[in-house]
């Protein structure tokens, strides 16, 4: 696949303050660890191979790697030249359980002070950043530069799933309240128009997904002669359309939905499209049905 056009590239204009969110999250992530108890810290996570506690050093690696890159323009570990994409996933799986068997000697009380003690400083260097600037990449995206505020909405989402995780692995249910959960939806729908690039389409095609609370959205992609874009409105012929809920939206797109609540979502329409739907995700790596 190519770069992405101009009428199927994300715009310049973010649309939402996406360093304001990251303190929203952190704040979120902390009071969640604030009401653990010692024996929460071992239980399992969703995360194969890691605790509670592991899932949280992951997140603080996140962030030292985060501020490594975006603040001091460090790249310690640059991935492998020339990497396939199931390459670059197998490079990245193993340098984050690396990073996860060493933190084992770190307490859960050390891991949530360092989390206190990054989460600000991301924010401040989002802040810093000029989100209009098509500096960015964004794998899931698309091969070619984006605008920054993309990959902040990356960088939010990679947090707010985690903090999902943690919040499954601990027997309670999603935080599915808009104020993240929208923001980070529109992150990852931009996976779309990517994607649907591999579909033979015609002027006027559309694709809709709906979403239903307690994130309600509608989002109609058209077919361009120079690709998909979104649109207010659906084009000439709707040619698929997928319908979930806020839950299994975020899940599908991050290879976080099972099997049997994939049977469960409606959809209808070309099966070659409705097929790129589902495989679509807004994160480096296959899908793993559960």
């Known amino acids: 696949m190519t770069d992405l056009p101009g009428d199927s590239a994300p715009p310049a204009e973010p649309p939402h303050d996406y360093a304001a969110l990251f303190g929203v999250e952190r704040d979120r992530l902390n009071d969640l660890l604030a009401g653990l108890h010692q024996a929460d810290w071992q239980r399992p996570s969703p995360c194969p191979g890691w605790s509670i506690l592991g899932l949280c050093a992951h997140l603080v690696g996140d962030d030292f790697g985060l501020l490594a890159r975006h603040r001091d323009g460090h790249y310690g570990t ?91 692995g601990l027997g309670r249910p999603s935080d599915l309240r808009a104020d993240l959960a929208g923001p980070v939806l529109d992150g990852l729908r931009w996976a779309y128009p990517y994607r649907l690039a591999q579909a033979p389409s015609q002027p006027g095609d559309t694709v809709t997904v709906a979403v239903t609370g307690p994130v309600t959205e509608t989002w109609h992609l058209v077919a361009a002669g120079t690709g998909w874009r979104f649109d207010d409105q659906p084009g000439t012929r709707t040619v698929a359309s997928l319908a979930m809920s806020t839950e299994d939206a975020w899940r599908l797109l991050t290879n976080n939905l099972t099997a049997g609540r994939r049977s469960d979502l409606a959809v209808s329409g070309d099966g070659a499209i409705t097929g790129i739907l589902f495989r679509t995700r807004a994160i480096i790596g296959e899908p793993k049905w559960a």
């Not at 994409?85 to 990073?99: C, K, N, P």
């Open 78 to 168: 640059p991935p492998p030249a020339g990497a396939t994409e199931s390459g670059f996933v197998a490079w990245l799986d193993e340098m984050q359980a690396e990073w996860v068997g060493a933190s084992r000697r770190l307490s859960p009380r050390l891991i949530t002070d360092l989390l206190q003690w990054t989460g600000p400083q991301i924010a401040d260097t989002f802040r810093r950043e000029d989100p209009r600037a098509r500096t960015a990449s964004v794998s899931w995206a698309g091969p070619g530069p984006v605008p920054a505020w993309l990959d902040q909405a990356r960088e939010l989402s990679e947090y707010w799933i985690h903090r999902q995780q943690l919040r499954q």
